[in-house]
Each structure stands twice: as C-alpha cells, then as structure tokens.
C-alpha cells in the first residue's frame, strides 16, 4: 500500500502559478501510475493530469498547456506544475495512485484546496 499527502494548495490571483505536492510513504510512487484529481463544489471529480510508471503523461482538455505532471523518483514525490491560473481552476486536488494492470485508483490523498481569485 501507499499513502499520500498533498501540499501546496493555496489562494493565488488570477494569471498566478502554484506547485502542488504528493508525497507518497509505504511504497514507491514509481510503482505506481499517478495521477492529480480536482472536484469543485456541484461538481464531479475530474482527472487533471497522471503520469504512468514509464512516465507517459496524459492532461484534461481544460489544462492542457497550462499544467505539467513530474515525478522525482529520488524523492518519492509528484508534482503538479499549474500556470497560467483561472477562476474556474478552484477545487480541492487530490493525489491519487494506482497499480498499472488497474484501471481505477485505489489510493488517494486527503485533497489540497486550491482558490484562484483577485
């Protein structure tokens, strides 16, 4: 098993840039395919960004260009690189983790809350 804690989140003005934190315990994150959900209030929990264990990178239409997905294998941790921020990128993130051979994610974080406004 992996557990994950998220870091990062905060308020930044409209145009601003945040970093977001996952750090994974328990297991390697390299294991694992990775991913970074948001949910905002009313809303369904959408897939932002993963990365895959061979580090194939995959991004919602909504954050293409914007938001970039890495991993430092030395640290166990991934990031969530997000520029370019706008009013409708506010919601709680969430770290998420799964086996390669799964198709849902079976570990997560406890979520980062992030609010994009002037």
């Known amino acids: 098993q992996v557990q994950l804690v998220e870091s990062g989140g905060g308020l930044v003005q409209p145009g601003g840039s945040l970093r977001l934190s996952c750090a994974a315990s328990g297991s390697r994150a390299s294991s694992y395919v990775m991913g970074w959900y948001r949910q905002a209030p009313g809303n369904q929990r959408e897939l932002v960004a993963s990365i895959s264990t061979s580090d194939i990178t995959n991004y919602g239409d909504s954050v293409k260009g914007r938001f970039t997905i890495v991993r430092d294998n030395a640290k166990n941790t991934v990031y969530l690189q997000m520029n370019s921020l706008r009013p409708e990128d506010t919601a709680v993130y969430y770290c998420?983790?799964?086996?390669?051979?799964?198709?849902?994610?079976?570990?997560w974080g406890q979520g980062t809350q992030v609010t994009v406004s002037s």
């Open positions: 998420a983790a799964r086996h390669p051979r799964r198709a849902v994610y079976d570990y």
